[in-house]
């Protein structure tokens, strides 16, 4: 009997989310015989599979599931099927947003760090990655113009029209704000906050509330930049970032580039986390509806999203350290998914089985 158990909800989604979930539960397995401790896993619906098999993208029994565990982890979800109901009966916005909110999930980390063996697939030049990097977006993930109301479309004189509602209140700036200066502490110590202070008001009080929470870290270099220059700056020089301090909607846009820079977004994990140890654990790239039911997508992002639980909601920094670490080794032996392969020598191209069977035979 381990002596340790924790209760996991797992929620495959649509498109390569069960192809790579499956890849991730076989590294807990492997993490069960390795530590001792035991994840209790109870299987969920959501998404278009939530649609298509209860009715509902975010059915009932789905929340009660998650509500009895200890953590989530999240496939993806959404796809063309589904495109054309409602909008707020699709995955994204009927399943994935809710559960957010539902779970208190404010803060949203997504960690961009260059493996060694991948500078080549990059599609920034070597000397621009060469020595690698690593930073950090912390993305508030409740708020901002993703939740806010009113939003809609309707018609007034004859004219259809969309809008939506960018709104921040200073407690939820605040919050994340301070996530991100104690985490920066714990790394390189610099907080770069992204807004667009130029234009929208409420990018004006975020700056207003970054920089009266940072004078309480002293030790923390804070800078600001406007997210149209932050995203040049990106591919310009990714090694002047630490900590990427951004709300909902620029955090979105930023990571999807910064997970680029990696090599793929298949490779960029995320933890979606709440006061305490409750989070859900994701990768941070969608369903690929592109290349779904091949059995080629990587599974590393949701691989190393389940690390990302070990460390952040069980507390196990060993076995999460022994994760990363095997996923290090992998790509250091040449192992490659399509999205990362470039077709030098010493690379052997795997479909997603294959680079699961060889993370857990490195673990
Ligand atoms: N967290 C979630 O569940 C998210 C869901 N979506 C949904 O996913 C669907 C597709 O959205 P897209 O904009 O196409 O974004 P996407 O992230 O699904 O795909 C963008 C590109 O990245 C590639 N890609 C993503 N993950 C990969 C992996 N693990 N291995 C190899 N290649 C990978 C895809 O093949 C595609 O070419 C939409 O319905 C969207 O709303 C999008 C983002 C996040
Ligand atoms: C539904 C979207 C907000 C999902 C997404 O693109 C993300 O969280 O990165
Ligand atoms: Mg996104």
């Given amino acids: 009997m381990a002596s340790e158990t924790f209760k996991v909800a797992v929620l495959p989604g649509d498109g390569?989310?069960?192809?790579?979930?499956?890849?991730?539960?076989?590294?807990?397995?492997?993490?069960?015989?390795?530590?001792?401790?035991?994840?209790?896993?109870?299987?969920?619906?959501?998404?278009?599979?939530?649609?298509?098999?209860?009715?509902?993208?975010?059915?009932?029994?789905?929340?009660?599931?998650?509500?009895?565990?200890?953590?989530?982890?999240?496939?993806?979800?959404g796809g063309p099927k589904w495109e054309s109901l409602p909008p707020d009966e699709q995955p994204e916005r009927g399943a994935l947003l809710p559960l957010r909110k539902i779970f208190g999930l404010f803060c949203n980390l997504r960690p961009a760090i260059i493996f060694p063996a991948l500078t080549g697939s990059s599609t920034l030049k070597e000397s621009v990655i060469e020595g690698g990097f690593n930073l950090l977006v912390v993305r508030e993930l409740t708020g901002g113009i993703y939740f806010a109301e009113p939003k809609g479309i309707e018609t007034v004189d004859g004219v259809r029209r969309g809008f939506d509602t960018m709104l921040y209140t200073e407690p939820e700036i605040e919050r994340i704000t301070r996530v991100a200066f104690d985490i920066a502490r714990k790394r390189a110590s610099k907080v770069c906050s992204i807004d667009k202070a130029n234009v929208l008001s409420t990018?004006?009080?975020?700056?207003?509330?970054?920089?009266?929470?940072?004078?309480?870290?002293?030790?923390?270099?804070?800078?600001?930049?406007?997210?149209?220059?932050?995203?040049?700056?990106?591919?310009?020089?990714?090694k002047q970032f630490d900590v990427l301090l951004c709300g909902n909607m620029f955090g979105d846009i930023i990571s999807d580039e910064a997970a680029m820079l990696t090599g793929s977004l298949g490779m960029l994990p995320s933890a979606s986390l709440a006061e305490g140890s409750f989070g859900m654990y994701e990768p941070s790239g969608g369903s690929a509806p592109d290349i779904a039911g091949q059995g080629i997508a990587n599974p590393i992002a949701q691989i190393l999203s389940a690390s990302?639980?070990?460390?952040?909601?069980?507390?196990?920094?060993?076995?999460?350290?022994?994760?990363?670490?095997?996923?290090?080794?992998?790509?250091?032996?040449?192992?490659?998914?399509?999205?990362?392969?470039?077709?030098?020598?010493?690379?052997?191209?795997?479909?997603?089985?294959?680079?699961?069977?060889?993370?857990?035979?490195?673990l």
Wanted: a negative charge; charged letters at 25%.
């Fill in 308 to 362: 990302m639980m070990l460390r952040y909601s069980f507390g196990m920094q060993q076995a999460a350290d022994a994760v990363d670490a095997a996923v290090e080794k992998v790509l250091d032996q040449g192992y490659r998914t399509g999205d990362i392969y470039q077709g030098t020598s010493g690379e052997t191209r795997v479909n997603t089985v294959e680079m699961g069977d060889a993370i857990v035979a490195a």
């Fill in 203 to 238: 990018s004006v009080l975020w700056r207003q509330v970054v920089e009266r929470v940072a004078k309480e870290y002293p030790d923390v270099a804070l800078s600001h930049m406007y997210v149209d220059n932050a995203a040049m700056q990106l591919v310009r020089w990714p």
């Fill in 16 to 77: 390569i989310g069960p192809e790579v979930m499956a890849e991730a539960l076989k590294v807990l397995d492997a993490i069960e015989k390795k530590y001792d401790v035991q994840f209790e896993r109870r299987h969920a619906n959501v998404g278009g599979a939530g649609i298509d098999l209860e009715g509902k993208a975010l059915p009932q029994t789905t929340i009660d599931i998650c509500k009895a565990a200890d953590a989530i982890l999240f496939g993806s979800v």
